[in-house]
């Protein structure tokens, strides 16, 4: 069993303060920007590091709360925004792979309501009544990395990772290397792409860490991160000595149709060789889902591997192509997801960590306690007023019980990574327990930490002479999504931090020149690996506009919203010219900063005071000096006869629902309307159409009818 939990991000969204009902658009706009950020350093951490920082339910729950804010107001919706993402950045190292079919996600669903939410929206898309017969096949949804497996002509050709969704690695030597993955077909279609979970049994997992902790390797959080680690060798020697394993349960590009149904394409795949997880099983209604998920659910603690719920899929493949998928996740499937883990113990401790934007993080101490599988003593406090027992309102939330140092407590985890304190139990509270006093300075640096209006996290003021934000902004400057300095890890930026070499980004580009000797006589360091660090920093003098605004740490300011702003500025001098003369609140750079979609009033107003204030604007200054920054390269359209088009669809349309026909239309690039005007570029009229196609006749908008649309759109 591995002890984990070393660090602990701010995951304050997992307890939102505002019902998102009762949210404003500039609230709105402000827990957009903060949330995309939290799910992205998520993201990074698990799928670049396989180092996962917060646990799937804390995960689950911030993306859940973006996506709602984001349906309530989606003039705010960024379209970089996490929830229209599959997974995160690809690993350097290995080849990428572009998937000839998407590998998409799963939408989750928690509560039993939100099935029978499943089950109406797909009769609804497909016009079917309440009565009419719809199966679906129920299976475990295994824990583990989803793998994409080519054939052609029976042959394994190539292995690649999911990565993004649209590229993934390629790790075909590594696949090879286990054992339930079959080299060779027979009467397999041509082309056939088997997709499915690599995975790792606990007792693999248990023997793999007792190996490795008596080797003095680094041990596994979890079953996942070690299938996860072990698959992403660089040397397929090391996945050779990896007990993984596999189970298929899909398919990408397929030359010919395996069966008609999901439950029979299982079955063809069980028989070319592939292991197909013996629980799946066919239902037919959300009544006999929910039944086959506690059947699952019971047999969850014995089946030897992990699985975090079940998947649920519609049977018919027809019906499956017809209701096709949103930008990340298919319509016709959902993942019924396990609540999540719990476990009392004793609190000792609670520790302040200052993260990169001053915010003081509480973080607690426990007395190790096993919570399914895994021992964990520490946990996530979030922020003072949760450690008080309200939101940040002033609303109760664990019926106003506070917290205090030697609380008996419950802890909550989803099979990962820093998990919570969730309740305490006050029968057991000690007698001397005093009420937790947060504090008021920075532990890192002493300066005051103050708590602004509206904000739910305690602040150092400190800036740049608070070590802990120095050395937080230098990591964040050199991680993957920003610099990606190779050689150059956290532990070394905070040796160097120390050494006095390094205490802004623009140091590291003179690194090389001003301790250039030093590093070379450090310990672990030679003529050599200083080289490689100085080219892999010279490597980084030339950057994506992007990557630069993200990297400068602004608050508020994550990934997508820099490449938001990056596509809409274009170049650095743009960028800076309109940041520098922007007032807040008022004038047409602010306008314009604010129209961006995305970037709302609290997202402007941190960039806008980063570029007045003085010292931050002058580090700011000497790092772009030393830099050449890449202007956006704008993407073309999607090719298709109707991208960029605007359709109007109109009248009954007979082989589609109007919902299928709008996500078709927008798939292949066009923008569709609701009503017809002369913008319009194309009318699809089905039977019955009435006043819209008048419309059209009047203003000579090309009018088509349903058939002519398929032929147009290529069936
Ligand atoms: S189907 C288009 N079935 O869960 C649908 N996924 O959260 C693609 N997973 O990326 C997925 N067990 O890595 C499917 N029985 C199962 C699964 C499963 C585990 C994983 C898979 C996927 C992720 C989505």
Redesign the pocket.
Known sequence: MSSVGKSAGSVSGAFPDVAVKDLDEDQAGAEIARLTEEVEAADRAYHTLDAPEISDAEYDALKRRLAEIEARFPQLKSPESPTEK?GAPLAEGFAKVRHEVR????A?AFETEELTDFDERVRKYLNLGKDAALTYTA????????LSLRYERGRLVQAAT?GDGETGENVTENARTIGDIPHHLSGAPDVLEV?G?VYMSHADFGRLNERQEKAGEKTFANPRNAAAGSLRQLDPRITAERPLRF?A??WGAASEPLAETQFDAIGRLAEFGFST?PLTRLCDGPDALLDAYRTIEQKRATLGYDIDGV?Y?VNDLGLQRRLGFRTA??RW?I?HKFPAELAWTRLEAIDIQVGRTGALSPVARLSPVTVGGVVVSNATLHNEDYIAGRDAKGNPIRDGKDIRVGDWVQVYRAGDVIPKVADVDLSKRPEDAEPYEFPKTCPECGSEAIREDGDAVRRCTGGMICPAQAVEKLKHFVSRAAFDIEGLGGKHVEAFYEKGWISEPADIFTLGDNHGDELRQLEGWGEKSAANLFAAIDMRRRIPLNRLIFALGIRHVGESSASLLANDYGTWEAFEAAMTSARIGEGDDWKRLTNINGVGDVMATSLVTAFHQEAERASIDRLVSMLEVEPVVRRGPVESPVAGKTIVFTGTLEKMTRAEAKARAEALGAKVAGSVSARTDLVVAGPGAGSKAKEAERLGVEMIDEEAWLALIGG
């Open positions: 599959v590998m998409f996600s799963l989750n299976e475990p949804k295994i824990d583990g990395l989803s999911r997709r979970e189970f349960y899909g997880n998947v899929k996740t298919p499937a993942a």
